[in-house]
């Protein structure tokens, strides 16, 4: 070999080693760069929710300085409008609580049976056709749920007992349980799917029907997806507003009757958002209050799913 070959031998392997060093910057440029993007885009969700936090507890704090914690915690009315104003809370948690359970009571049994259904024994044109049809339950607006309970379910029950008031929990609980079937159903049947296919056939295999393997095998292999649907629906059900708002009506009870009119803590928002109220006064100032409840509501349900989910997971592993 030449001396000038050799050296454009040399030079040659110099570039190359030059290309593939700043390939290799670019590279880590970029990773580092998405990695950064990443990072920010969950920072920013962090820091909505302690936004969101901070908003609702600098605009709650002066309430109590006004009224007590336990007549806002044990008092059994509320009517912050009125001349002689009650604060307590509870009429509003009661009617959140009983139109939450009778959605829930609805929504997680159906919502499981057709999950079952669409993933073990629907087949693939039948999933194909009746899946997207359930989905579009979800598409509905709210507000069309709302008159649809008020108009159609509600003189159904008042036939079925006629001293259903116009206004009830029953029916707007009812219809917010088929509103939230597709979030269950949906999220349940794709946890099942992607069960392996293989305990489905050391099941069957074992002598097991296929009822017996989808409830005994396929439900606990997949009961994390299926307990986040749950999670899902129940933060669904409480958080819901113009269903309740519409059907249930507008009057804080303490009470656990499902056919009376009551009030829900959303209901109740919309309601006093509406009017027209001063910034800074106490009736401004229950807005926000019922906001923080709702919150630490919804945030304790969620914890207290995601403790049980883990501790039965631990259970079937």
């Known amino acids: 070999?030449?001396?000038?070959?050799?050296?454009?031998?040399?030079?040659?392997?110099?570039?190359?080693?030059?290309?593939?060093?700043?390939?290799?910057?670019?590279?880590?440029?970029?990773?580092?760069?998405?990695?950064?993007?990443l990072f920010l885009c969950a920072l920013s969700s962090v820091?909505?929710?302690?936004?969101?936090?901070?908003?609702?507890?600098?605009?709650?704090?002066?309430?109590?300085?006004?009224?007590?914690?336990k007549e806002f915690l044990t008092e059994t009315e509320?009517?912050?409008l009125f001349e002689n104003a009650k604060y307590g809370i509870l009429p509003l948690v009661t009617g959140t609580l009983?139109?939450?359970?009778?959605?829930?009571?609805?929504?997680?049994?159906?919502?499981l049976i057709t999950s079952v259904y669409l993933s073990e024994f629907a087949s693939v044109r039948v999933r194909e056709i009746f899946k997207p049809l359930l989905e579009l339950l979800a598409a509905v607006p709210t507000v069309v749920y709302g008159y649809f309970a008020m108009l159609f379910v509600t003189p159904i029950l008042q036939i079925i007992r006629p001293e259903i008031s116009t206004f009830n929990a029953l029916s707007a609980g009812l219809v917010m349980g088929i509103m939230i079937i597709p979030y269950v159903s949906s999220?349940?049947?794709?946890?099942?799917?992607?069960?392996?296919q293989s305990l489905r056939e050391g099941s069957l295999a074992l002598g097991a029907s296929k009822f017996q393997t989808s409830f005994q095998v396929v439900a606990p292999s997949a009961f994390s997806g299926i307990a986040s649907a749950f999670v899902l629906a129940i933060s669904r059900a409480i958080g819901e507003t113009m269903v309740v708002?519409?059907?249930?009506?507008?009057?804080?009870?303490?009470?656990?009757?499902?056919?009376?009119?009551?009030?829900?803590l959303t209901a109740y928002i919309v309601q006093v958002s509406l009017g027209d109220l001063p910034h800074g006064s106490i009736g401004y100032q229950t807005i926000y209050v019922a906001g923080l409840t709702l919150f630490v509501f919804t945030f304790s349900l969620n914890l207290i799913g995601q403790r049980i989910r883990s501790r039965l997971e631990k259970k079937v592993k």
């Open 1 to 37: 070999m030449s001396l000038y070959s050799l050296q454009n031998s040399q030079k040659n392997s110099l570039t190359d080693k030059k290309r593939m060093s700043s390939r290799k910057n670019i590279r880590k440029i970029k990773e580092l760069l998405i990695e950064g993007i």
């Open 47 to 69: 820091c909505v929710t302690f936004a969101i936090v901070y908003t609702l507890l600098v605009e709650a704090m002066p309430f109590f300085k006004v009224v007590s914690l």
């Open 78 to 80: 509320w009517t912050p």
């Open 98 to 111: 009983m139109t939450t359970v009778i959605a829930l009571s609805i929504a997680i049994p159906f919502g």
């Open 187 to 196: 999220l349940s049947e794709d946890a099942m799917r992607a069960v392996p």
């Open 245 to 264: 708002a519409i059907a249930a009506g507008l009057q804080p009870r303490f009470s656990f009757n499902p056919t009376e009119s009551t009030a829900t």
